[in-house]
């Protein structure tokens, strides 16, 4: 009897466990209700919108619903993304190819240029957004009804070589910087630049991961190379952000991390945050898609009198090497892999919306957040787990980087 009373308490245990997931019913009229209250209870963060360079190149009113593209602030209000990091994003034409050398005169002059820009736009938008650089702005500002508008740094480029300007930076509001983007630049190798010119960080990389701790800037790893992330693990006091990354077990590219990179960030207390772009979520669309550009390209140079005849035939290309899209229940699987690899506590979401050529079908912009929140809770995630995806984890690293600094 006593052995039958003690699995019958085994078993009453084990269901109400904080770690059982348990499934609900989509079809619940309660469900829909359950799933509006816990995202509109969450800070949604998102850590890296691009629209920053959308503004720049095509002079868009952010505070007006747009036709196109990827994001405004009336539609991240729908969508309740409360704190989105705008990317200031420095192109790697700044960047000079060798090691340890400053990069191209001019990159810091535009991080200032996008900068002021940004508070320009915000400041215009002040029914809407308020600009924050501390996790409290933003916990203040989504208290008033207010989207928070954050900045990240898209390139290191602009630090060139000279740590008073890391200090400017952190000044003018920029809370994370992404080492590098595209190429090998002053700081890092980039892991989409095959030279890997400085076997991960250089010498001034490596001071300035201390000095990054030492003023309370997070440090991104999204876009370096391998190598040059073990060294960033080592060096690194406070947690570290992957800003906008993807898993390289299902699209395998070194620009995605591997799940060994993963479970070291979770073990530095950082957080992965999910990256939306298509091109990063599955070989199926990601190895045909390699091939889009360079072809679009040849074909643009060779008919560069007959554009209709450059856009048929690159059409036609596209139909005979089709990039199948991914949806948002592929999303929906590899958030719940990388959780279940590292723990709830060390996933969010970093879109990079207007950032990227194409999205998975069901996240086609920034109103779509809810219907994730939605997934992620008919898989059995509950209100705390979601609230840490949906933003807690980054305000928790965010914290803690500021709490560390000297």
Known sequence: MRKRL??????????????????????DPQFSEKARAIHQKSILVDTHIDIPYRITHENVD???????????????????????????????????????????????AEAL???TMIDSVVSASENLAESAISPGDVERI????????????????PIEGDIQKLADLYQRGIR???????????ISDSSYD????????????????????????????????????????ELSNAPVIASHSGLRTFRHMERNMSDSMLVALAKNGGVFQYNFGSYFITDDYGVP??????????????????HEKAVSLFEEYKKAHPAPNPDIDEVVRQLDYAIK??????????????????????????????????????????????????????????????????
């Open 142 to 157: 989504v208290g008033v009804g207010k989207i928070a508008v954050c900045m990240g740094m898209e390139n290191g480029a």
């Open 176 to 186: 994370y910087i992404t080492l590098t983007h595209a190429k090998d630049n002053h």
């Open 113 to 115: 240029r996008i900068i």
């Open 341 to 406: 690899l590292i723990g709830v506590d060390h996933v969010g979401l970093g879109s990079d919306y207007d950032g990227v050529n194409e999205v998975p079908v069901g996240l086609e912009d920034v109103t779509k957040y809810p219907v994730l929140t939605e997934k992620m809770l008919a898989l059995g995630y509950t209100a705390a787990d979601i609230e840490k995806i949906n933003g807690g984890n980054l305000l928790r690293v965010w914290k803690a980087v500021e709490q560390l600094k000297l």
């Open 289 to 306: 898609a390699d091939s889009y550009w360079s072809v679009q390209d040849s074909l643009n140079r060779k008919f560069q009198n007959d």
């Open 6 to 27: 003690f699995l019958i308490m085994f078993i009453l245990m084990a269901c109400n466990s904080p770690e059982q997931k348990m499934k609900l019913d989509p079809n």
């Open 194 to 233: 095959e030279r890997h010119t400085n076997k991960g960080l250089t010498e001034f990389g490596k001071k300035l991961i201390v000095e990054m701790n030492r003023i309370g800037m997070m440090i991104d790893v999204s876009h370096i190379s391998d190598d040059a992330f073990w060294q960033v693990m």
């Open 62 to 108: 952010i505070s007006q619903r747009l036709a196109d593209g990827h994001f405004d602030l009336v539609r991240a209000k729908e969508g309740g993304l409360d704190a989105p990091f705008f990317a200031v994003y420095v192109s790697s034409k700044f960047n000079q190819p060798g090691t340890d050398t400053a990069a191209k005169g001019g990159a810091y």
